[in-house]
């Protein structure tokens, strides 16, 4: 079912955790809302449950008024991080509890129930363990019956609150392709809650980036990745380097020298350039950036290198393969950003702009 | 024998806690001092008897009823306490109102007060011409000199039991559990007897099954409003001091010994159901 976040704003006590915030999240959709501690995304997903009323603002479950509806009559399934399952009952009255509770009038013959519930428990993958108890389950496993018991109820939409978050990393990795398929094969309309930029990225269809009880942007993982509308997105999602740089007459000057990037619309005075560390190109000669090496780490199947432009900038990061990395290791390296990003002002987003290169790569002025 | 008994003690695993054995010896020790050499005292006096004669002196109609009104009322405050401490300690822990930590205080006066001047004030108040009694009155109920009475004071003395056993478990109690069985569409009567009463079950029957024991053993408080009339209102602990009072020691040590057995024997069955529930759920999430 379609849900129609507007203007929802939520205060508890003085203090504001959400402001004016609108969200359209379509049919069957996996969405991932994802922020920093304290951005609200908790809040906004317990709104769409029921679990909190908003201060002002509307809430539509398709052409449903929802928000003045109980969390009982929304008709949804929450999957909680600590998985709140119910621990005297069993993995199959757990699954079932949903449908037992329903009045008398809309609920399933008992036999009916139990089909469904060990249906829901052939899905998630946890047929033969109907009998036991959540003491007796992994924690993995825990959240599987927490999620199977949420689907039991055919929710209008499904909201998972920081799922995976007390789970290790590689129950969480398993568990975020499996939730993926899970989402494919049944189709609900998914929102779930994370602070892992890689899970939001690589499970959601869309991700919403929110800070300070705002929603900050709302893309497809590749539109938040290659464009970042703020600086906030541009920190927040993937690893970034920033520097302060002046532009003079169309030209991006750091400290005391051009670096050889154009931004000839641009007006003169300072800005803020971001780069990704593997977006980077190694030059010789100047018209460049340079420093000194300062440190250098081999993540995975690329090198990181720490590099050091002056005493008064923060070290910036770049990324090299390892065979290139090797000759550069505690020595002065050059190089130039290849997409790359300014920002204006205090914080705000003036103008991005990224510039084709003599190297070929084709790279579109992004106006935002 | 020896080498079987020597499994036993080493299947506890080699453990980082030290001091097993001493802490082991002084346990034993203390409840040999305490408990184990007055029963057993107990036990001898009545093995004394021969069976023919216990059986005459336990058996006796005066002696089968007092048990009966002992057993009988400590059961039904025991119950009365398992309800209304489990509210009592639902009020404490969930909300919060001025005088909160006030009531919380006393809630264990019961313990601190003398029995008996609690026996005597609940007799003032329910006697036919106290407060409470001479609102009862008209209606035909009489509280005082009855087995109601005992009951009345039973359940004084049995009160901070169940509270107080209940308390921390209803305080670990999740929030998410209960928004869980909200957004499962269950409504608040159906999240309380479904999801949150389950939960307190083996507290609630330790607390059940304390308060029952305390209430068999009860006398300074009862005896001043039982009315204490053989056949009717006459509890077990006071037919022994009576029998002890007519030097009859066989029969006071007898009836001691039937006591000592029903409340072993019941306090098992309520720990046995108690530990199986206990098993079966804990340490889940």
Known sequence: MEVRVQNIRKEFGRYPALEDVSLDIRSGELVALLGPSGSGKTTLLRLIAGLESPTEGTIFFGDEDASKKSVQQRNIGFVFQHYALFRH?????????????R???RRPQAAEIRRRALDLLELVQLSG????????????QRQRVALA????????????????????????KELRKWLREIHDRTGHTTVFVTHDQEEALELADRVVVMSKGAIEQVGTPDDIYDHPVSPFVYGFIGQSNCLDVTLSRGEIWFEDRPIGLRAASEPDGPATLYFRPHDIELVDGCGCLAGLVTAGRRVAGTRHLEVSLGRTQPPVEIELPPERASSTDHSRVAFRPTRWKLYRGAGDVARGSVQAQSSGIELAPTGT | MAPRARIRWQSRQPSVIPGFGLALGVTLTWLTLIVLIPISGLLWRSSGLGWANFFALAFDERTVNALAISFGTAFVAAIVNLVFGVILAWVLVRYRFPGKRVIDAMVDLPFALPTAVAGIALTTLYAPNGWIGSLLEPLGIKIAFTPAGIVVALVFVGLPFVVRTVQPVMEEIDKEVE???ATLGANRLQTITRVLLPGLLPAGLTGFALAFARGVGEYGSVIFIAGNLPYVSEIAPLLIVIRLEEFNYAAA????????FLSFLMLLVINTIQSWSRRRYSNGA
């Open chain 1, 149 to 172: 018991r949420a689907m039991a109820v055919e929710p209008n939409v499904l909201l998972l609150d920081e799922p995976f978050g007390a789970l290790d990393a590689q129950v969480r």
């Open chain 1, 103 to 105: 009045p008398a009038n």
């Open chain 2, 179 to 181: 928004e869980a069985a």
């Open chain 1, 129 to 140: 363990l109907e009998k036991r108890y959540p003491a007796q389950l992994s924690g993995g």
């Open chain 1, 89 to 101: 009952m069993t993995v199959l009255d757990n699954v079932s509890f949903g449908l037992n509770v």
């Open chain 2, 253 to 260: 040590t007898a009836i001691a010994t039937v006591m000592l």
